[in-house]
């Protein structure tokens, strides 16, 4: 019987085509079970960086980094300033023509609960931090229900955001009146800051 991982991989479709043996992917030294769902999938292990060694890790030759599940909120202080330098410490890892992906949590976390560890913040705030540490080419997508296991990975436009939405909430009519209460007062894009997570991807 073949195993279930507790992972999806569907993130990969969010970088260049051309990135595919390029990526190096951030996670816990003792995460065997996202290790091996990456090794399935052509990802080798020496392809992959703790956070214990992304500090010791030189300039890559134009690879795309990929931090999934909002990992940097362990060494992302509360000021600005703090943060700031996170992402330029991550810019400097990543050569040219290489990508930033990265996931995190709304800044409601309101999955603090099941994923305490991931990065928490607002579309806005990300892409503002990112352009100010160096990156190019932002663009923030909606998630849901998780980072781990994505159901939906989405453009934050109207019609995307209604589409996943309501397929979410097909079988939850209560849910479905309330969002169609909501999009004719706040709108759609209201709508997007309250999603439960997101992919950035950023080009350098």
């Known amino acids: 019987m073949s195993r279930v991982f507790n992972y999806s991989l569907d993130w990969r479709f969010l970088l260049p085509s051309d990135a595919g043996g390029k990526i190096r992917v951030v996670l816990e030294k003792d995460d065997t079970e996202l290790s091996e769902a990456l090794e399935r999938v052509g990802i080798p292990v020496a392809k992959q960086i703790s956070f214990s060694d992304i500090n010791q890790?030189?300039?890559?030759?134009a690879e795309s980094l990929?931090?999934?599940?909002g990992l940097p909120v362990r060494w992302v202080g509360a000021k600005q300033e703090d943060q700031l330098e996170s992402y330029r410490s991550i810019q400097r890892l990543i050569g040219?023509?290489?990508?930033?992906?990265?996931?995190?949590?709304n800044s409601w976390d309101f999955r603090s609960?099941?994923?305490s560890n991931y990065h928490s913040s607002t579309p806005r705030r990300v892409a503002y931090q990112l352009k100010r540490a160096g990156f190019k080419s932002i663009k923030i997508f909606g998630a849901i229900p998780n980072l781990s296991i994505p159901e939906y990975i989405f453009d934050l436009n109207?019609?995307?955001?209604?589409?996943?939405?309501s397929q979410c909430l097909r079988r939850k009519p209560a849910a479905l009146n309330i969002l169609q209460v909501l999009s004719r007062t706040i709108g759609l894009a209201g709508i997007s800051n309250f999603l439960p997570c997101y992919f950035?991807?950023?080009?350098?």
Not at 57 to 61: A, D, E, R
Not at 200 to 204: C, G, H, K, T
């Open 96 to 105: 040219p023509g290489g990508y930033l992906l990265m996931g995190f949590n």
């Open 66 to 69: 990929v931090i999934p599940f």
């Open 200 to 204: 950035a991807v950023a080009a350098i």
């Open 158 to 165: 109207v019609q995307a955001i209604r589409f996943a939405l």
């Open 113 to 115: 609960k099941t994923q």
């Open 57 to 61: 890790n030189g300039k890559s030759s």
